[in-house]
């Protein structure tokens, strides 16, 4: 390092040097390489090399550590511009038996209190990156992906909740249940939070005063997922009374909650994998009242939802499908088929449902 007491003379006078460099570098136009000496931090590494030639000849390294912007603005031409300081002022100082044998361009330490990933501009707020080993931990492997936020009171209901909304192709997480007992239980709700398709709010009497729920809805707003209240006994408030509202008991609040959420085409998608998969002519029922909600289905959709019905004897025998008894459970896949698409879809005498000419 250079200092006042240093036995070197070069090092003691660097400053002096440099100062004489920036004038030459005025007068010949070079405005970065004045800019690099004028706004660098110096420092001398003396005695960087040694040569016993001529009584001892010693070159020393020098630092010039730059503000982060003009570090950058320099990067490629690098070791060009160290190459030239070093040559010029080798050039300018005549001290004997001494010589600068190298200079090194530094960026000046970033505080570490900046926060460059918004000052990117590219930092996507509110997004945090849940990772797909956590995300299959959390949901599943398939599935709609619905946060069921509730108080604690109520627990048992929402469990339950949670089991019939299975039956439509719907994931949810409950926290009091979901959380993996090795799992430091707040991050594994942000990670539920931060990878969900839609929050369900059950709006208890006493869901306002919990700490945890109207966290959990802002969450959902800042990410804008879908969001439903469900009015169990207090109407929705603040920012939440703007999006829509279920007036219903816990019975039927299941087919309600789906009736809303087909209308999203990943929630449509996992529909139509329930149904595919319905096991039993009584779930075909209870899929089935979600037909009527149903607006708008692509050409691959319709023919997935026609493939379920004729390949899968529950659906197909389940009087909300076939549309048999038309009364009590409605007009059927191939009537609601006919209203989204425009095309006409009917029964065949074999039972199953075809394209009409």
């Known amino acids: 390092m250079s ?75 690098k070791e060009i511009l160290q190459k030239q300081i070093r040559d010029d002022i080798n050039k300018i100082h005549n001290v ?108 208890t009497d006493e869901f306002h005063d919990s700490l945890w729920t109207d966290q959990e809805v802002g969450c959902a707003f800042g990410r804008g997922v879908p969001i439903i209240s469900v009015k169990l006994g207090r109407d929705p408030y603040g920012f939440i009374g703007k999006f829509q509202a279920l007036s219903c008991d816990w019975d ?27 096991e039993s002519y009584d779930q075909g029922n209870k899929l089935s009242q979600v037909l009527p909600s149903i607006d708008k289905v692509s050409d691959q959709q319709a023919g997935s939802l026609m493939s379920a019905f004729n390949d899968n004897g529950q659906v197909r025998d389940s009087y909300g499908f076939n549309g048999k008894n038309s009364r009590y459970s409605g007009a059927g896949l191939a009537s609601h088929l006919s209203r989204v698409t425009g095309r006409t879809y009917r029964l065949s005498r074999f039972g199953k449902i075809e394209i009409g000419s």
């Open 252 to 278: 039927i609040a299941a087919v309600e909650i789906v009736k809303i959420l087909v209308k999203h085409d990943r929630m449509l998608e996992a529909y139509i994998k329930a149904v595919q998969t319905c």
């Open 96 to 203: 004997q038996n001494e010589f600068i044998e190298e200079v090194f361009l530094e960026m000046e330490e970033v505080s570490g209190d900046r926060d460059w990933r918004k000052e990117s501009g590219l930092l996507l707020s509110g997004k945090r990156i849940v990772l797909p080993v956590t995300e299959a931990r959390i949901w599943g492997n398939e599935g709609f992906r619905v946060f069921l936020t509730h108080k604690a009171e109520v627990k048992k209901q929402t469990s339950d909740l949670k089991e019939r909304l299975r039956l439509f192709g719907i994931s949810c997480f409950v926290a009091h249940e979901d959380i993996h007992p090795t799992k430091e239980w707040q991050t594994e709700i942000e990670n539920a939070l931060f990878s969900m398709d839609a929050l369900v709010a059950l709006m």
């Open 3 to 77: 200092s006042n007491k240093s036995r070197f003379e070069l090092p003691r006078n660097i400053e002096r040097h440099l100062a004489a460099l920036s004038k030459l570098y005025a007068q010949e136009g070079l405005r970065e390489q004045q800019e690099l000496i004028v706004n660098a931090q110096v420092r001398v590494h003396e005695e960087w090399s040694r040569d016993n030639w001529n009584g001892g000849t010693y070159g020393h390294a020098v630092y010039l550590v730059v503000p982060e912007a003009l570090y950058l603005s320099s990067l490629k031409r």
